[in-house]
């Protein structure tokens, strides 16, 4: 009878931890389209790219990753390989503010002349300054080739592609404020400020996963308890 009360404990304390573990905080992403006006050495052109955005933990802040799955802009002429060499900020809302700057490579093959650009992933660093929801959204793309300058801004108040749960490093708040970003060539992300508890939604479910362990343990010691003082009061 006492080792069926203690398994029936157990259990139940083991589907507590699991109900935690269904409620841990994820990251929600989306792909979103976004009208870009670009100025450029020949004049004004448009075009709408899907834009998707990725944050991973990395070190003391996140590896936030920007990727078009359109071209936009073109050249009169043919870009040749590393001719093109593209730039672009990610907007900060919700709980935190500012941009993160992302960069990546230079292009890896010929653009033919008149072809929509396509540009290759970008990356940078974010370190949270703040505690809350943090969204991400695309920012002014930039493209340097032969020597000049192409600048292209969303222009269709594009909705955030990432929102992120994040906790400030030590010393920071709730509410509104400013962010900070770095960007590191070659799409691989570099850390930046000081040392960062683990925020990510990877690290919150095994935050939370200690947590159902913990409470699995009560469980089994509460069981365990109860087994002692029954065989008490029957001596």
């Known amino acids: 009878m006492y080792s069926k009360r203690t398994a029936a404990l157990a259990s139940a304390a083991a589907l507590a931890g699991s109900a935690v573990l269904l409620a841990a905080p994820v990251a929600h992403a989306e792909v979103v389209d976004v009208n870009y006006q670009c100025k450029t050495p020949i004049g004004d052109k448009s075009a709408v790219s899907p834009i998707d955005i990725k944050g991973v933990k990395s070190g003391s ?129 570099t850390d930046s400020g000081g040392q960062l508890p683990r925020t990510g939604p990877e690290d919150s479910a095994i935050a939370l996963g200690t947590l159902g362990g913990t409470v699995l343990l009560t469980g089994a010691a509460g069981a365990l308890w109860l087994t002692r003082r029954n065989q008490a009061v029957r001596r």
Do not use: H, R
Not at 76 to 97: F, H, I, Y
């Open 61 to 189: 802040g996140y590896k936030i990753t920007m990727s078009w799955q359109k071209g936009v802009s073109s050249s009169p002429v043919e870009l040749g390989k590393g001719a093109m060499n593209p730039s672009a900020t990610v907007k900060l809302g919700g709980a935190d503010s500012g941009t993160v700057a992302v960069t990546g490579p230079a292009n890896q093959a010929a653009i033919p002349a008149n072809t929509p650009i396509k540009i290759n992933d970008l990356s940078g660093t974010y370190t949270p300054k703040k505690t809350g929801k943090v969204t991400f959204t695309a920012g002014v793309l930039t493209i340097k080739a032969l020597g000049t300058t192409t600048t292209c801004t969303p222009t269709n108040s594009p909705k955030p592609s990432l929102t992120l749960d994040v906790t400030a490093a030590s010393g920071g708040s709730s509410g509104s404020g400013s962010g900070s970003g770095s960007s590191s060539q070659g799409g691989s992300g």
